[in-house]
Structures are given as C-alpha cells and as structure tokens.
DNA sequence: CGTGGTCTTGACACGATTCAAGCCCCGTGG
DNA sequence: CCACGGGGCTTGAATCGTGTCAAGACCACG
C-alpha cells in the first residue's frame, strides 16, 4: 500500500455512488459529506498475484479497502515460520490505525485491486465521523470474532478438520448465496492458492495438506474438478468434518 | 455478567472521577456528559474465581469493564477440546457490541469485579458518544494484534516457545514498568491459573505444560518462590527463550 | 488421618514433520 | 518439434514432539 506507482488517473476512477463494494466496506454507512471527502481523497492501485503489498516494519502511508482479489495477512519468525492470520476479500478492511508501522505483511494471492486512502488523513475523518468510526469498530469486531474462531482451529483441530474449515470459509466467500441454498447441486470451491499457502493458514506443511486433499478425495467430501478446483458433494458432511459446532457462519 | 446478583447498591459506588481503572478502560476519552450517563448506569457485580461469568451461547445484557482480577475467554467445542482465547485484565473490555449472543464463554480466574452496563443503553450510547466509539475501536485492534500474534504462537511455535511466551505476557501485566528497567534485581511472575489452564490458552496438555516448567526450572530460566510463583533472573533471556521477534511489547 | 485436587514423572502411541524421490504440467530455447 | 528445467504436487519412510494413559507424590482441608 506504500507502494502506489502507478496509481490510475483520479479522473478515470469509478465514482462512489456506483461503487459495487461500498455495501460492505468501512464506507457503508458514510453519509453525503464523508463520502465527498472520501473521494476526493482515494486512489486505486493494483497488485499482481504473489506480490508483497506491504512488508513488516514498513511505514504504514496507507489504509483502504480490497475492491478485487484476495490478500494474505501473515506474521513471520526470523527463523522463516510464518503464520498466515488474516484471509482478506473485497470489502475488507487494510491498515491498522493508529499505528505508524506495519507488524504483518500482506501479500496478494490473486491480482489485489485496492481503493486507498492516505491514513492519517483518514485517521482525521474517522474521528469527524462517527458513521466511518461505527462501521470500522464493527468491522474490525468481526474480523476479532474471526481471529478468535481461527485460534481454536489453529490449537484444537486435527490437519483433517483444519483443512475442512479453510474449504468451508472459501465456500462461503465464494458463494454468497449459500444459507438459503437447499438445492442439491454442487458447489464449487476454487481454493486460490497453493498447498504450501494453504498451509500457511493452517500451521501445516504443504505436505500434510497434500495428503488431507488425497484422503479428502478417497472419502468423497471434494472431487477435483480443474486444477485449484474442487466440486463439493455435501456441503454439510463437510462442515460437520471440520468439527465446528457454530456451522453455517461463514467463520472457521 | 447477566447474572448481576448480588450487585452492590448504586449509592455505594465509588464515582467514576475517582476510578484508578479508568485511564485504561473505554471511559478513558468519554467527555463530562457521557461519563455522567455512564455513571448513573453502571453497576458494579464480583465472580469468585472459577465461576463461569458468561456462557456461550447466553443473552448477552451486558458489557462492562474488569475493575480487578484475570478472567479468561473460551471458546469450546461439543466434544470438550477447549481453547482459551482472551486473557482480560482490570481495564480490559468484556462484552460485544453488536451481538445479542455470546459466542464465547467468560470465566473468572480470581476473583474478579466488573463495572457493567446494560449494552442496549451502552450501544445508543456508543453512536451518541464518538469518543467512547472511538476508544473502544482502539481497545478492539489492540484486542485483534493480540489475537493475531497469539495465532502465530499457536501455529508455530514449540511447547517450550509457547509456555516462555505466556511467562513474558503475564510479566509485562504484572509489572507495569517493566520498559524502563534495567536493574538487575529478579523479577516476581504470578501464574494464578493452574497447569490445565495455562495448557488451555497454549494448546497444551497439562502434563506438557508441567513437563516445561520443569525444564524451564532445570535451565535456570525460572526458580520456584512460592506455589504459584517463580522468579526470573534474566527477563531478556526468557524473551529469547519465547522466540518472539517483536519483544518488548508485552503481547505475545 | 483420610480425601480430593493438583502436580510430577514415566512409558507408550500417534499424528504431523522431515527428508527424499519421483511425477505432472508448462514454458523456454535449441 | 522435442529436450530441458523448474515449480508445484504426490507419496513413502523414518523421525520427533506432544498426547494419552497410568501411577504416585504433595498438600490443603475436613
């Protein structure tokens, strides 16, 4: 997010009022005059697939939101472990504020399409406008809740149930429609990244998740379908699989 | 903290003006007028160690402050695995806006106090007060970075990086000034929740974590002072032992 | 003086990691 | 066109760390 060469020409940029994302981002509830100042001020930038779009210590010039792509939060050891903790989508928030440093990294897994804005002007909005502040403090409530479910998954799970919570959150980001969904037909999960990725969020290696992904398939919960995709004959075997007891929330 | 009883009377309640906790707590930015409103609904309610302050899954009527002792946030699944997953100090915030469930239970290590609110009235409150809003959004990303780090620990850390962590945490908690000291005299560490506890917030079996204190004890980091109680001779050596990159912190 | 809870220690089992080999697929260059 | 090389994936065998089960010690309390 430092990093904003070549950000695209403010006149050429989608303005708010037609902003797809806007419906879930921090500027849902943003009243006439907050969202003004919140175009005025916003940049679009791009990242390729596999880029860093902001390493661990760096200055932290920017806050925005994910208008395309998904992107990985990761804390690294100096000894190279690392744990992914944060799987972020269009609509998600990045950037911590009050803060001046990065303490994550955050990487694009696919191609990142962010609308930025620069953070300390942002922090002065947020306490001008309460809306903004409302809607960050939810957000950032939920992204807890998140974190806290992922805690018992990272500590408690098996690599069997692990892997199945990591599917079940990408059906869920994947198809929004589910909860009322009763049909039988099958779902598709891409699963976006590679097994060592995969891994990463899991505190597995790429090997382990290898293996899950084969036993998976032998017991029928995925049938592989292209080559990061994976047909899901029973979406409720699955959930039931990854050991939560709090199904059906889109969280591990 | 929906079950109030015995809450102490109103009148006998210390004025907020003079609280010690609030500095730290959500009140600490509130203006005259809120802090009025707060003080005229706040009720002070105590839990003796061990007794459960919430269950999961309970109507959740309050929110509030911790004015003394350590409670602990759990989250379980059916079949009794458990992880610890918030460890609240005097100061701390217990409660979640926005949810009419708690989706984790709280209990109380010590003995504790809280100083609560009915959270439909903290809720209008907290739109009506932008610096309530805004402090508890400070509160929650702190609360989010202590999670996140957490998870690290839990996805890749060892049995013994794991127990040091949690020595250096309950350390900087207990001896605030800690940053400035460079005396050599030993510091004093209470772990105050017994051996399943400790294993609870660590992924950890009891026997595991009392495997580790043994080994911390035969290599000096830690000697026994009284029951539960140890000193710690070389606090830099401990942090070492925790594997932290970012020491310093008092997070994990 | 027993009783129950907590802690320690040992022996063994098991799940995930590590190390290693080989496969598949794709892009590159001869 | 095919050979080559590399990245990602799969699979196997051995290893290691932590869990499990079990026994006994310690200590507070009735």
Redesign the interface.
């Known amino acids: 997010m430092q990093d904003l060469t070549p950000p695209l020409a403010k006149s050429g940029l989608p303005p708010c009022v037609l902003c797809q994302v806007r419906a879930i981002g921090v500027c849902a509830k943003a009243d006439d005059n907050t969202l003004a100042k919140l175009e005025r001020h916003k940049v679009y930038c791009s990242y390729p697939a596999g880029s860093t779009i902001v390493y661990a210590g760096d200055e932290l010039k920017y806050a925005g939101t994910i208008m395309a792509g998904v992107a990985c939060?990761s804390?690294i050891?100096?000894d190279g472990?690392?744990?992914a903790?944060?799987l972020m989508h269009p609509g998600n928030f990045l950037g911590?504020?009050?803060k001046d440093h990065a303490?994550?990294a955050i990487e694009a897994i696919t191609d990142v399409t962010l609308c930025g804005f620069e953070r300390k002007g942002f922090e002065r909005l947020?306490?001008k406008a309460?809306e903004l502040?409302?809607r960050?403090?939810?957000m950032?409530?939920n992204?807890?809740?998140l974190?806290?479910?992922?805690?018992?998954t990272?500590?408690?799970?098996t690599a069997r149930e692990r892997t199945c919570s990591l599917l079940v959150h990408l059906v869920y980001q994947q198809n929004s429609s589910i909860k009322d969904r009763t049909s039988s037909e099958d779902l598709i999960v891409d699963i976006i990244m590679t097994r060592e990725q995969f891994g990463d969020f899991?505190?597995l290696t790429l090997e382990t998740v290898s293996r899950q992904f084969t036993l998976l398939k032998k017991d029928g919960f995925i049938s592989p379908v292209g080559k990061t995709t994976f047909a899901i004959p029973d979406f409720r075997a699955l959930i039931e699989e990854a050991?939560?007891?709090?199904d059906g929330d889109g969280l591990f």
Do not use: S
């Open positions: 939060i804390h050891l100096e472990r690392r744990q903790i944060g911590r504020p009050g303490v994550y947020l306490l309460p502040n409302d960050l403090l939810e950032m409530l992204e807890l809740d974190a806290r479910d992922w805690m018992l990272l500590g408690r799970k899991l505190a050991g939560d007891d709090t």
